[in-house]
């Protein structure tokens, strides 16, 4: 017994000499990401789906997202400041705005485009000043099609300007925007009703006038945005990749190994 406790002890030591914990990734965001409440469900941020890709043991996603929530708000309520306090050298923090930040009717959240380009790169200096390492995400897209089927995008230069301060800063970019619009676009105006918060009067006990949301996320649609940050990562080549323990839904579905995009997808080719 006492050999093995002897071994025992030693590999102990060992671990904890060599082992510094897991990597935390921090989420900055708004409601696209943030959790969400029991009287919202079935509404899910996508940054609630985003740790079922890594291995709990080595990557651990802390989501400081808020509804509601601008760069400058999420300032000045000193949520990004707790964040900061938190990092440590080889943590992440993905940085997501963008929706409350362009609206100019809700004065308690609109930042204008200047201010907007100076809080991010403000949030991109804080996270090295840490030794951690910043991951700037463009705006998701909002489900918005005309009577005539065709898309329309609702963020004008804000995703640009995410866009430029990442390739100023040279920080790694993960365009959502971009991504989420393909997406969107192929599940098609009907179709990618499934990806968001959307029921009829009576269907939903949370929702009993029933809704019809165009901005937030179903489960089904918080995963597949989760997933597009997932290609994201590995896309960007990211240290976290190594972490990941499955495909995100994306890529499943492209080798047919789940049901519903990908074999929309190929009913259409």
Not at 108 to 121: I, M, S
Not at 238 to 245: E, H, R, S, V
Not at 247 to 253: A, I, Q
């Amino acid at each position: 017994m006492k050999i093995t406790a002897a071994l025992l002890t030693t590999l102990l030591l060992c671990v904890s000499a060599s082992g510094k914990g897991p990597i935390t990734v921090y989420l900055a965001g708004d409601s696209t990401m943030a959790q969400k409440q029991p009287d919202k469900r079935p509404e899910t941020g996508w940054g609630e789906e985003l740790q079922k890709f890594f291995d709990e043991g080595e990557v651990k996603i802390e989501n400081h997202a808020q509804n509601g929530r601008s760069t400058r708000t999420f300032i000045a309520e000193n949520r990004w400041q707790a964040i900061v306090a938190k990092l440590k050298e080889g943590d992440y923090v993905f940085i997501q705005f963008g929706h409350n930040d362009e609206s100019k009717d809700k004065g308690d959240r609109y930042t204008p485009p200047d201010e907007y380009r100076k809080n991010l790169a403000r949030f991109v200096s804080d996270a090295r000043e840490k030794g951690a390492i910043p991951v700037l995400l463009t705006p998701l897209m909002r489900r918005r099609f005309d009577k005539q089927g065709v898309f329309q995008d609702t963020h004008g230069e804000y995703p640009d300007i995410v866009r430029a301060v990442a390739a100023a800063e040279r920080a790694a970019l993960i365009d959502l925007h971009r991504k989420s619009e393909k997406v969107i676009k192929e599940y098609g105006p009907e179709g990618s009703r499934k990806l968001f918060l959307q029921f009829k009067p009576g269907e939903n006990p949370n929702y009993p006038q029933g809704v019809e949301d165009n901005t937030h996320f179903s489960p089904l649609g918080a995963e597949v945005m989760a997933g597009l940050a997932v290609e994201g990562i590995r896309e960007q080549k990211l240290g976290l990749a190594k972490f990941l323990k499955r495909p995100p839904r994306n890529e499943r579905d492209r080798r047919g190994e789940s049901k519903g995009f990908g074999l929309r997808l190929r009913r259409r080719r």
